[in-house]
Structure formats: C-alpha cells, structure tokens
C-alpha cells in the first residue's frame, strides 16, 4: 500500500505541474484546465483514504487508522508466529505438585510431553491438529500421548489411596 501511495502522490504532483502550466499558457482551453482540476480532487480523495484508512469526510468511521498501510512483511510475520503462548514453564506446577490436590498424585507420573498434551487439549481447549501444530509433530502422535497419559491418570487414580475422587 505504501508504494501505492507513494504512485498516487506522484501523479498528483504531475497534476499540479500540468495545472500551473495551464494557467501560466495564455491559449489554453477551459475544459482542460476543469479535467485537470476534476483529476486533482480525485487524487486528494484517493490520497486521503490512503493515509488515514477511512472514506474522507466520514468521522464516524470505523476503521483504524492507517489499517491500508500495513506492510506485507509484519502481517506475515505476524500470521506465521504462533497464537499460544506460554505465560511460564512454571504455568501449572503449582497445580502438579500440590499434594492437597489429589489429582496432582496422577499428574505427576507423566512425562513432560505427556502432561503438556493432556493441558493443551483438557485443561486449555486446544484441539488436536491446533497442539501438533504448536508442538511440531503430527495429530496422531498428540492423540497417542494423551490416550497413554489418560491410561497412567486412571491406573494412579485406581492403585493409589490417597487420590478420593467423589
């Protein structure tokens, strides 16, 4: 968009050239001079819906400024970085190694691409193809990662007194 810009405001400086030499001629026809100045306005127009990303004259827009001029390079950025975001390797310890939560008895005998699986996709929403993705692997490995820590989660739960789930 910034080259686009950057072509109309050139052309629109041609315009004004073309405009000046008009007036300045002292043969010059009356409906040149009025199409040059009609091309102007619409270079103005265009111009200004450019820059501020919104229709000129409309205050109660509601696009963003400058939303047009967004450049190629960030936005792919942007889209290829990944939407999960980890607030800290230390997210849900707290939570694993309570020893008041019976649960935490279970979670402990995962292994760590386990126990991120099973929170990715039970405690957080994700689905299946959204944690490969995140993780590098394919769907069907997730899908094997959780069946093998639910399996670990409901023998613990079984063997282990001091897990009461009511």
Same mark, same amino acid.
């Given at each position: 968009?910034?080259?686009?810009?950057?072509?109309?405001?050139?052309?629109?400086?041609n315009?004004? #050239?073309? +405009?000046? !030499?008009?007036?300045?001629k002292d @043969?010059?026809r009356?409906?040149d $001079?009025?199409v040059?100045?009609?091309i102007l306005k619409?270079?103005?127009?265009?111009i200004?819906?450019?820059?501020y990303?919104?229709q000129?004259?409309i205050?109660?827009?509601?696009?963003?400024?400058?939303?047009?001029?967004?450049?190629?390079?960030v936005?792919?950025?942007a889209?290829?970085e990944?939407?999960y975001?980890?607030?800290?390797?230390?997210?849900?310890? #707290?939570? +694993?190694e !309570?020893?008041?939560n019976?649960i @935490?008895?279970?979670l402990?005998? $995962?292994?760590?691409?386990?126990?991120?699986?099973f929170i990715?996709v039970?405690?957080e929403?994700?689905?299946?193809?959204?944690?490969?993705n995140?993780?590098g692997?394919?769907r069907?490995?997730?899908q094997k990662h959780?069946?093998r820590?639910?399996?670990k989660?409901n023998l613990?739960i079984?063997?282990?007194?001091?897990?009461?789930i009511?």
């Amino acid at each position: 968009m910034k080259d686009l810009l950057i072509e109309y405001r050139k052309t629109r400086l041609n315009v004004l #050239n073309k +405009i000046k !030499d008009l007036e300045n001629k002292d @043969s010059f026809r009356m409906d040149d $001079l009025l199409v040059y100045k009609d091309i102007l306005k619409d270079l103005d127009y265009t111009i200004e819906w450019l820059k501020y990303g919104h229709q000129p004259g409309i205050y109660k827009a509601i696009d963003r400024s400058q939303c047009y001029l967004v450049d190629q390079q960030v936005l792919a950025k942007a889209c290829d970085e990944s939407m999960y975001k980890k607030i800290s390797n230390e997210e849900y310890k #707290n939570i +694993i190694e !309570d020893i008041n939560n019976p649960i @935490s008895y279970a979670l402990m005998k $995962l292994t760590p691409i386990e126990l991120e699986c099973f929170i990715m996709v039970k405690c957080e929403g994700l689905s299946y193809s959204e944690v490969a993705n995140l993780l590098g692997v394919k769907r069907g490995t997730i899908q094997k990662h959780l069946e093998r820590a639910k399996c670990k989660i409901n023998l613990e739960i079984d063997k282990n007194l001091f897990i009461n789930i009511d």
